[in-house]
């Protein structure tokens, strides 16, 4: 099993790397949250990975987090969601988010993730509310319920500020920060504020 992979970035596209270990390239399939902290093309960087084995392939997927694999490995253990299905979820939504949605049975905000219906949302609620104890995200269950009852105003601010030109990734902390100190603030000041600090 290949735990991790530390090597230069030949090439990187949101959904796949590809990693040059000692003159061996290493494709990687990652979330977009990994891509958004990426490094430039020829720089090094280390990936946490997991090794998907089938009868017909070989595929590695990578995560620049603890956390990003850890949810990933939860998601595929839950009936129905494969390796591709759980990479796209991941993409979708950020993890606490996606935490909070599943703490809280959120089925209708599970199911606007990408590849999700109702079925895999009640699924997913039923079998992963539990162990979702065990994240080591420094989030308790009023955090998580606070980070899904916000997701309306959180989702529509990031898709503002993308937008507007800011990354996904920048969207995201600069939201997370005023939504963490002020809860309350409504969707056009999030922007507002989150473009007079960038």
């Known amino acids: 099993m290949i735990a991790h992979i530390e090597g230069r970035i030949d090439e990187k596209a949101p959904a796949r790397v590809v990693v040059d270990v000692n003159g061996i390239g290493y494709e990687l399939l990652i979330p977009v949250s990994t891509y958004d ?12 990975t997991y090794q998907h084995v089938r009868e017909d392939q070989l595929v590695l997927f ?17 009936s129905g969601i494969g390796p591709k299905l759980a990479l796209g979820v991941l993409s979708g939504c950020p993890i606490e988010q996606l935490a909070g949605f599943i703490v809280n049975g959120d089925v209708d905000r599970l199911c606007k993730l990408p590849g999700i ?28 319920a606070a ?11 990031i898709l503002a500020l993308v937008s507007l030109g800011l990354a996904r ?13 002020q809860p309350d603030l409504g969707v056009d000041e999030l922007v ?3 473009l007079q600090k960038s």
């Open 169 to 181: 990734s920048d969207a995201e902390r600069s939201v997370s920060r005023l939504l963490a100190a």
């Open 37 to 48: 902290g990426l490094p430039q093309e020829g720089e090094t960087t280390r990936f946490l």
């Open 147 to 157: 980070a899904a009852s916000k997701n309306g105003d959180f989702e529509e601010a």
């Open 62 to 78: 990578g995560f620049a987090t603890p956390k990003e694999k850890w949810m990933f490995t939860k998601l595929i253990s839950v």
């Open 192 to 194: 507002k504020r989150s």
């Open 117 to 144: 219906g109702k079925k895999t949302a009640q699924r997913l609620n039923l079998e992963l509310k539990d162990k979702l104890g065990e994240m080591h995200l420094g989030l308790d269950d009023s955090s998580l």
